[in-house]
């Protein structure tokens, strides 16, 4: 009986840990899934413009101080995160019809060996590169408004200062919206 109630439990926790928007653990990294929640920041409330820069996955170096006048979308991955897989394809097409309108895209992996980012980038390719963090250093810029789950994307505007953070998977049509809203304001 007592350990019929041990398995229970132990069963019933795991299905907590792998519930939408709660703490689970995958490949001894803990992470928080998002709830797919869009926070718009108004241009008048932004702060300081961040810069993001780093070594690439094929070991450029990359500095977004260099896209300064561009929208930016930055993302958050990891090979461990399962809906990093699930939303790598809408990142690729969101990547290709944007970029013909001026916006930069660049991935921000984290918690990752670098074979391991390389190997999810061969199959997940993006088109756009991606920086490594293995550290969670990066992460750091973003301050209060940065990355609080895997994964989640950043929309940074022409001045290099955060305009909106998409907290979990992101689809092509939401990531449009918050990109064409941040388009269409007045420098």
Same mark, same amino acid.
């Not at 689809?171 to 919206?177: C, K, W």
């Given at each position: ?5 041990? !398995?229970?439990?132990?069963? /019933?926790?795991? +299905? ?11 490949? $001894?990294?803990?992470? !928080? ?9 108004? /241009? @008048? =409330? ?5 810069? &993001? ?9 990359? @500095? ?5 006048? =561009? !929208?930016?979308?930055? #993302? ?10 699930? $939303? ?11 970029? %013909? ?7 921000? #992996? %984290?918690? @990752? ?12 390719? %993006? ?10 250093? +990066?992460?750091?810029?973003?301050? #209060? ?33 918050? &990109?064409?809203? !941040?388009?269409? $304001?007045?420098?």
């Amino acid at each position: 009986m007592f350990r019929r109630a041990v !398995v229970l439990c132990f069963a /019933a926790a795991l +299905l907590a840990s792998c519930a939408k928007g709660s703490s689970g653990t995958s490949s $001894e990294l803990s992470y !928080v899934a998002g709830d797919g929640s869009t926070i718009y920041v108004s /241009a @008048d =409330k932004r702060g300081s413009a961040i810069a &993001v820069a780093g070594t690439t996955l094929d070991g450029s170096a990359l @500095d977004t101080k260099a896209w300064l006048g =561009k !929208v930016v979308v930055v #993302n958050l991955w990891a090979s461990w995160c399962g809906p990093c897989r699930g $939303e790598a394809t809408a990142l690729a097409n969101s990547y290709k019809n944007l970029r %013909t309108l001026g916006v930069q895209f660049v991935g921000l #992996n %984290t918690r @990752d060996g670098l074979a391991a980012a390389q190997a999810f980038s061969r199959r997940f390719p %993006t088109g756009y590169p991606s920086l490594q963090d293995q550290n969670g250093q +990066l992460i750091l810029a973003f301050g #209060n408004l940065g990355p609080a789950a895997t994964p989640s994307t950043i929309v940074l505007d022409r001045a290099g200062r955060i305009a909106a953070r998409i907290l979990g998977p992101v689809t092509q049509a939401q990531l449009r919206d918050v &990109v064409t809203a !941040v388009i269409s $304001e007045k420098s």
